[in-house]
């Protein structure tokens, strides 16, 4: 089976920090962009960063200075170091991935995979 499993987030104070990770398991071939995404309630799920294989990067203009995406091509990891977190911050984050999965064997196909999501919450 092929999935994204999220760790990381939490309750925090304004200004502190939290690292998310976020692990691609199961027969993938090969993984090209890798993102996060948040979805505050009430409001439409929205791209906070992006990386692609070759790290190209693209960050919210929100977020921009705050965080900080990386990945593990290793691993099939991505993560989102969040520093200096306010309030608006506080979301469900969501992992998004595009991947090849398969083998030689079976065959190769493009799957989008999505995590279960992880809440972050930023209060006093």
């Known amino acids: 089976q092929v999935q994204l499993v999220e760790s990381g987030g939490g309750l925090v104070q304004p200004g502190g920090s939290l690292r998310l990770s976020c692990a691609a398991s199961?027969?993938?071939?090969?993984?090209?962009?890798m993102g996060w995404y948040r979805q505050a309630p009430g409001k439409q799920r929205e791209l906070v960063a992006g990386?692609?294989?070759?790290?190209?990067?693209n960050y919210a203009d929100s977020v921009k200075g705050r965080f900080t995406i990386s990945r593990d091509n290793a691993k099939n990891t991505v993560y989102l170091q969040m520093n200096s977190l306010k309030p608006e911050d506080t979301a469900v984050y969501y992992c998004?991935?595009?991947?090849?999965?398969?083998?030689?064997?079976?065959?190769?196909?493009?799957?989008?995979?999505w995590g279960q999501g992880t809440l972050v919450t930023v209060s006093s």
């Open positions: 998004h991935a595009d991947t090849v999965t398969g083998n030689l064997k079976q065959g190769y196909k493009y799957l989008e995979l």
């Open positions: 990386i692609t294989s070759g790290s190209n990067i």
């Open positions: 199961g027969s993938i071939f090969s993984i090209n962009a």
